[in-house]
C-alpha cells in the first residue's frame, strides 16, 4: 500500500481542480474583453489561461493529485475557452466565421457521439488520438495569432496559414472521432 502523498486523489478540491475552476470562471471575462475590443489585455488572460492549463497539469502529475472531477473539468474548461475564443472572434470578423463553425461543430459531435454512445449504455474511453491533439494546439495557436495580430502587426499569410492548416486538422480529427464512435456501435450491436 502507498503512502497517502504517493496516489492520486479522490478528492474534489485539490489544487489543480481549483485553478481549472478560476479557468472556467476567468472564460466570462476573456469573452468580455473582446466584446470591449479590449485585445492586449485578453491576449494577457488567454495566455494566463494556458499556463494555469500547464501548472495543474503538473502539480497534479507531480503531487498526485489527479482526480476524477479534474478528468472532466480540465478538458471542459479547454473547450469552454477554445469555443467561446472561435465564436466570437468569428462573429467579431477577426478571424474566418467558416472556421469557428468547423471548430465548433467538431465539438458538438463530439459530445453528441460520446452522450449517444451512453444512451446505448456503452462504455466511452476519451482518449485523443495524436491528430487530434494536434488539432487542439493549432485552435490555440489562431486564437493566439488572432489577438496578437489585433495588437501588433502580424503577417496576413502566417494568420492565413495557421487558419487551413487549423481547419483540416481539425477536420481530419473529427473524422476520426465520427470513426470511433461507428466501430463502437457497430461492434456493439
Known amino acids: ?37 479590449e485585445y492586449q489585455t485578453a491576449l494577457v488572460l488567454f495566455l494566463l489561461a494556458g499556463l494555469s492549463d500547464l501548472v495543474d497539469g503538473l502539480i497534479a502529475r507531480t503531487w498526485r493529485q489527479k482526480s476524477p472531477l479534474g478528468a472532466y473539468l480540465d478538458p471542459l474548461a479547454d473547450k469552454l475557452l477554445l469555443s467561446s475564443s472561435f465564436l466570437a472572434l468569428g462573429y467579431f470578423q477577426k478571424m474566418p466565421a467558416w472556421l469557428a463553425v468547423i471548430v465548433i461543430s467538431r465539438d458538438v459531435l463530439i459530445v453528441g457521439g460520446i452522450v449517444s454512445l451512453k444512451l446505448f449504455d456503452l462504455q466511452v474511453v476519451i482518449q485523443p488520438e495524436r491528430v487530434s491533439k494536434w488539432a487542439t494546439a493549432f485552435q490555440i495557436l489562431a486564437v493566439f495569432f488572432v489577438l496578437w495580430a489585433q495588437v501588433t ?37
Not at 13 to 19: C, R, V
Not at 26 to 35: E, K, V
Open 1 to 37: 500500500m502507498e503512502p497517502d502523498d504517493q496516489r492520486d486523489t479522490h478528492a474534489a478540491l485539490t489544487i489543480p481542480n481549483i485553478i481549472t475552476m478560476i479557468r472556467i470562471a476567468a472564460t466570462p471575462l476573456f469573452i468580455i474583453l473582446l466584446i470591449q475590443d
Open 153 to 189: 502587426a502580424f503577417p496576413p499569410v502566417i494568420l492565413w496559414g495557421c487558419f487551413y492548416v487549423t481547419a483540416a486538422l481539425t477536420v481530419y480529427s473529427g473524422f476520426q472521432y465520427l470513426g470511433r464512435g461507428l466501430r463502437i456501435l457497430n461492434h456493439n450491436s
